[in-house]
């Protein structure tokens, strides 16, 4: 009896001539949508299965954790070492225009040479609470997010308000403060 025929080369081959039909920006937007879906589908697993405080626990863990790992990551690739508050807006720029430009829209003020301000008018975490049915109890994971890129860097910062509810959800507009200390330099 003959050994069976290991399909995976010629499948490889046959799914690398269809990809080759994206271009880049195509394949770009297809990760994100798939990546935003599992995120979504995550949150709602463990608001279902644990209730949705613990599932607002795990997504601030889990979105400040892979904000600190994305932030070392990329700015690896491109030898990046942010320092000054014009460093940070830069890589912090790179990091949403890499993560999904198209799922935020937002407004980014200098109001020092240690702070900036972010006015967030649509985001795509609380359209999907809304359209989930959670906005009212939903805390944000972006913010959370944003504190791991600079965790990252060691930065040390101050964030106003304070993580928790979203804003959206409570009828605020969605705006924050972001300071760096004086240590780290000014830009």
Not at 74 to 98: C, G, H, M
Not at 127 to 145: K, L, M, Q, T, V
């Amino acid at each position: 009896m003959n050994a069976p025929e290991n399909l995976q080369p010629r499948l490889r081959e046959k799914a690398g001539e269809l990809l080759a039909r994206f271009g880049a920006a195509e394949r770009a937007t297809l990760l994100i949508k798939c990546w935003m879906s599992h995120d979504a589908r995550w949150f709602m697993a463990v608001a279902s299965a644990h209730g949705i405080a613990e599932a607002n626990r795990l997504n601030q863990i889990a979105a400040h954790e892979v904000g600190k790992v994305e932030a070392q990551r990329v700015a690896r690739a491109l030898k990046l070492s942010p320092r000054t508050l014009d460093d940070f807006l830069l890589a912090q720029e790179l990091f949403i225009a890499l993560l999904g430009p198209d799922l935020l829209d937002y407004d980014v003020f200098k109001i020092s040479d240690r702070a900036y301000q972010v006015r967030v008018r649509r985001c795509f975490a609380f359209d999907n609470a809304a359209r989930g049915g959670i906005a009212g109890r939903y805390e944000c994971g972006i913010f959370a997010r944003v504190t791991g890129w600079f965790d990252a860097f060691s930065a040390q910062y101050e964030i106003n308000p304070a993580l928790g509810k979203c804003l959206k959800t409570q009828g605020q507009a969605c705006v924050y403060v972001i300071t760096l200390e004086s240590n780290r330099g000014h830009g």
